[in-house]
């Protein structure tokens, strides 16, 4: 290896950031678009702030100020104050409601998107830098502030290809639970947050491994022991009735209201969360949710840390598979809820504020799993194929025709024959390749090669004569009509997909 070989940098990405190409970006924008839309139409306005905040304003991502790059990717400005690229949207609303309240429009509705980072260790399906949409109205006390933001993820939802009965939005309060340990007694922190997480394994451990979490602790078939909560008896058996109130998916929002109540145990605390949660009900069905959109679920504790009221968490129903082709269970592809803190560390007072979140590309990920991906993303330009330099005015005339009328569509600009640019438009997905030779250029014609016709008729034919004399997928049309045959090759690809 020679001296300048040696010294050259190795072409590397760092470890959690991802290189993305066309189809995986053009899906990721046209999601987002479809759910812009939606909010936009339910009259929240777009919000962009920029991709540093001081780091004192990331609120409980504030690093320790000893280690400034704890969990966030920090540096030191030339006045010495710290920043940080945004941990999640939702600090940089704060910072921008307690900066601007006075002038803001009161409610104020705002959504917005864009990349967050995270200093912490990449994994398979886990990275530095992603993309969130958040959608928040800040302001409004109001249940009904609640029961909208979560009709509106629904609709999202369904923008984005996801209707009801696909995907579920499951409602849940945290007072409930708040309610719940007041009245049995238990108030140290840590004890709560065990037995949290304990029945946040329920789904998966069912009531025998949540209830001994709840107690001395739990220990699994790898030999690996949990610590329990050490929860008074009485509290689990709470506990208990509590998640059983839950029931099958098959009880209407009303129902699972009354069967909580009927577990009792809930406190002064607990019976105002299932009000709150009763007066999202009324505000859902008069904007007729239905009841297989939007669900009520009380064992839902994620995120109870954060949230001070009603919590609510986003669950893809469609069978899904991995890479590998195995049936996978996706989980969550979306979240939210009140947090009525937000800019309290600002002001010292509380402001009530309400929203929902998504990861663009974790729900392009859940899309694509479950079949639905939007196939239109990976369709490429028309190509037009190069054969002379003396006829490239030809060329160019025909691109810009297909461009003029609204047609993706590209010159072959490379060196390569005929074979080769035929090689290069399936790569790029092209759904037609356009040939102007000498030929056609005298005839006054064009040769359209309609590539995906041409792929499907070629796999029923066997013989290479047979293939020469019928040239599937290959049409010819007078020169005039270039604009409106590639058209209907491509309505007809799009109508396909």
């Not at 479809?34 to 004192?56: H, I, K, N, Q």
């Not at 002064?268 to 009900?281: F, M, P, R, V, Y």
């Not at 640019?421 to 030929?439: E, F, N």
């Amino acid at each position: 290896m020679t001296e300048d070989a040696a010294s050259r940098p190795e072409a590397r990405a760092p470890r959690g950031f991802a290189d993305r190409r066309g189809r995986d970006l053009v899906t990721e924008r046209r999601l987002v678009q479809r759910v812009s839309e939606v909010y936009e139409r339910w009259g929240f306005e777009p919000l962009d702030t920029g991709a540093f905040e001081y780091a004192d304003a990331l609120g409980k991502f504030l690093p320790d100020a000893d280690r400034p790059n704890e969990g966030v990717f920090a540096l030191q400005d030339d006045d010495d104050q710290w920043m940080a690229l945004r941990y999640d949207l939702t600090a940089p609303l704060a910072r921008f409601a307690a900066q601007n309240w006075e002038t803001l429009p009161k409610p104020f509705r705002r959504y917005a998107f864009g990349s967050v980072w995270r200093n912490e260790k990449p994994g398979p399906g886990r990275f530095r830098e992603f993309v969130q949409c958040d959608a928040d109205t800040v302001g409004s006390d109001r249940p009904e502030a609640d029961a909208e933001i979560i009709a509106m993820a629904c609709e999202g939802l369904q923008a984005a290809g996801l209707p009801a009965g696909q995907a579920v939005i499951r409602v849940s309060n945290r007072k409930l639970f708040d309610g719940l340990f007041e009245a049995g007694g238990v108030t140290d922190p840590i004890q709560k947050l065990t037995a949290l997480r304990a029945i946040d394994k329920f789904d998966r451990l069912g009531w025998e491994g949540v209830s001994l979490l709840l107690g001395e602790g739990r220990l699994d078939e790898s030999g690996d022991y949990t610590k329990g909560a050490n929860v008074p008896k009485a509290v689990a058996a709470t506990i208990e009735a509590f998640l059983a109130s839950a029931g099958d998916g098959a009880l209407s929002r009303a129902d699972t209201l009354n069967r909580i109540a009927q577990a009792g145990g809930l406190g002064a605390t607990g019976e105002s969360a299932l009000q709150e949660l009763a007066a999202i009900d009324r505000a859902l069905s008069a904007m007729r949710v239905s009841e297989d959109a939007v669900r009520f679920d009380p064992t839902i504790v994620r995120g109870l840390e954060y949230y001070t009221g009603a919590v609510f968490e986003a669950d893809l129903l469609l069978e899904t598979i991995d890479d590998k082709g195995r049936a996978v269970r996706f989980g969550s592809i979306g979240g939210g809820g009140r947090y009525d803190d937000l800019v309290a560390r600002f002001t010292g007072e509380r402001l009530p504020a309400t929203g929902f979140s998504f990861g663009v590309s974790r729900l392009a990920s859940a899309l694509r799993a479950a079949g639905r991906g939007d196939d239109e993303a990976v369709r490429g330009p028309v190509v037009v194929i190069v054969f002379s330099q003396d006829d490239m005015q030809h060329y160019l005339d025909a691109v810009s025709e297909l461009r003029s009328a609204g047609i993706a569509a590209e010159l072959y600009l490379g060196r390569a024959g005929m074979k080769a640019q035929m090689k290069y438009a399936d790569r790029r997905g092209a759904p037609a390749a356009v040939i102007l030779g000498g030929d056609e250029i005298a005839a006054g014609q064009v040769t359209i090669k309609d590539l995906d016709a041409g792929r499907a008729l070629a796999a029923g034919i066997s013989d290479n004569e047979a293939w020469k004399a019928e040239r599937p997928g290959q049409r010819i049309a007078p020169r005039a009509e270039l604009v409106a045959t590639v058209r209907a090759i491509v309505d007809a690809a799009r109508t396909a997909s």
